[in-house]
């Protein structure tokens, strides 16, 4: 089961802005009429019902949204450019990871038709038109469209269920789902049968819950022996644990400890889950003698629940059981929330720049407005760049270069743009 991936996605470019004019008849000098770009492309990914793996998936595939359409004369703007939609399994955890490892959660994708922008495309650049005025009539520069956002996602799938079914190879829990739902996992009389974790819907009434068929446990999965985090993490977003003990095995009760060693061990809340002991192979003389055997010892850790997935005595009363721990675990977590009251706090204002110095020692000029202006507006041409250091001025960008001792004909740097500061 491919359940991580990690993919690159590019959002599109923006559409060049026009540098054009009127050109009709009888109008010899018409003005500047270039049109904006159009918008870059989104990258968005959507949680679907219809997948169940991130196999479509490769390690490194770069995924790219359209470019925007450069703008024409008479004030026509560019198409924006396509969306593209990449599908993904419901409960895929969505990240971000930087060239430095530095790691920004995105989504938590847990409904059908649920999204998140994964990188958002570059605003089209504005035509010429935009920058005409009472001392610059006509402009011959227009601003080029703004690259769109390139990142290294990271998408991890947890499965989505009420309860997870754990314990060791061959304990019988493939048995047991076959037993409470129409699910058909391979079933077989040796270790790791399962490989991949498999759903089952358990009608209970009129109630139904979601059972996943967890890959069996053994020393040390917890430190990520046999199948050990590959599927430890899916047990995660289960809110009831149905623990299967093989019954018909010499000494049962330190395989319930060693499960549970590997829970705690784990950690993430695994060993605090509530959790059912379901007795199995209860079809077999030795395992209901040895059940008796620890029952008058008082020895069975509560609550437990004698079973033969095989026959399917005793799997409906283990069922209601589930489902009556999988309410009362909603009802606490609901309890939880309303009692966790919010804090409403007034938005931080963002600055819209701030200066600072690079390693060199050059001014930098950093903020997403003004990174925007210089990375669209070309420096090399003297009526573009008079127009980013006026642009910059309004923003009060010079009164804050001037502080840091700035003067004309100095370098500084906004974003990755080097330029001549002109006063």
Known sequence: MIDRVRIRVQAGRGGDGAATFRREKFVPRGGPDGGDGGRGGNVILVATRSLSTLRDYHEGDLHRAGDGKPGGSNRKKGASGPNIELRVPIGSIVTAVSADGEVEHLADLVEDGMAVVCARGGRGGWGNVRFAGPTRQAPHFAQHGQAGRARDLVVELKLLADVGLVGLPNAGKSTLLRAWSRALPKVGAYPFTTLEPELGVVTVGYDTFVAADMPGLIEGASQGAGLGHEFLRHIERTQVLVHVLDMTREDPLADYRLINGELADFGHGLAEKPQLLALNKVDDPDARTRIELLEEAHELPQPWYPISGLTGEGTQDLALAA???????????????????????????????????????????????????AETLDVEDPDARYELIDRLKRLGIGRALARHGVKPGDRVRVGATELTWDV
């Open 323 to 373: 489902w009556r721990a999988v309410q009362a675990s909603r009802g606490a977590a609901a309890q939880a929330l309303e009692e966790r009251l919010p804090v409403i706090e007034p938005p931080m204002r963002r600055e819209r720049f701030q200066v600072t110095e690079t390693p060199e020692g050059m001014p930098l000029v950093t903020g997403s407005t003004p990174e925007w202006l």
